[in-house]
């Protein structure tokens, strides 16, 4: 089945330092690829999607100069979060899906625990 | 509004029993999709069923059923004889049409909690 890797799982970062996380589909070619947020014990909020070689659309409230997403490639996309603070310690989470996925659903990432420090 | 309303913030029971999980979900969309998803404490989702606006039918897979009431928008999961390993965050998700199905609208997710 669709393998998404997300990389790293986890990362401790100094504030005002910019940490990187990458989402890459294994086994397929993710045409678009979303980024959620989830704080301890809450749901998932989607901040972002990528259609490969285009720009992010970015859900309301979030920064795009702050959460930098590039998708490059059908296999890659990654989330740069610039100038970390501690309030953007957050459970990470890319999820991938592919025109031949669109009625299938949607491939997750195992998640990426950030905490600034 | 499109939205997915999980009301149990969580449940507690003791191995054996049967639990039933709720979601209400609201769209003015007449085609969507619904998910449930399981995300262990390792926090990874965990798909469990996909289910689209026209079929109705309900669905059972080993323990897992799901009873899909498109009158009363719900689409609750119900476990049969729970063990401790489904001990995890369960979330109902939607997606409509008119996002192009690029779009999952979570519920706020209910932790299930089962005892030995």
């Known amino acids: 089945g669709a393998v998404v890797s997300q990389h790293p799982s986890w990362v401790i970062c100094k504030s005002g330092t910019s940490v990187k996380i990458e989402c890459r589909s294994l086994?397929?070619?993710?045409?678009?690829m979303f980024w959620y947020r989830q704080f301890p014990k809450q749901s998932l909020m989607l901040m972002a999607t990528s259609n490969e070689g285009s720009k992010a659309t970015y859900e309301q409230g979030v920064e795009k100069d702050k959460f930098l997403i590039n998708h490059a490639s059908l296999t890659l996309s990654t989330l740069t979060v610039t100038s970390a603070h501690p309030e953007d310690s957050s459970f990470y989470i890319c999820?991938?899906?592919?025109?031949?996925?669109?009625?299938?659903?949607?491939?997750f990432g195992s998640g990426t625990r950030l905490t600034v420090v | 509004a499109q939205k997915v309303t999980q009301a149990q913030t969580e449940i507690s029971v003791v191995e054996k029993e049967d639990v039933t999980l709720d979601c209400v979900y609201e769209t003015r969309d007449t085609t969507y999709y619904l998910f449930w998803y399981k995300q262990p404490p390792s926090g990874e989702l965990v798909f469990l069923i996909r289910?689209?606006?026209?079929?109705?039918q309900n669905e059972i897979s080993g323990r897992y059923s799901w009873n899909f009431q498109k009158s009363t928008s719900s689409f609750n999961f119900t476990i049969t004889a729970s063990q401790v390993v489904d001990s995890a965050v369960y979330f109902c998700a939607l997606s409509p049409f008119s996002g192009g199905y690029n779009k999952l609208i979570f519920g706020a997710g209910t932790r299930l909690a089962v005892h030995p």
């Open positions: 289910r689209n606006s026209f079929d109705e």
């Open positions: 086994d397929f070619q993710a045409t678009t």
């Open positions: 999820s991938a899906r592919t025109l031949e996925q669109a009625n299938y659903g949607y491939t």
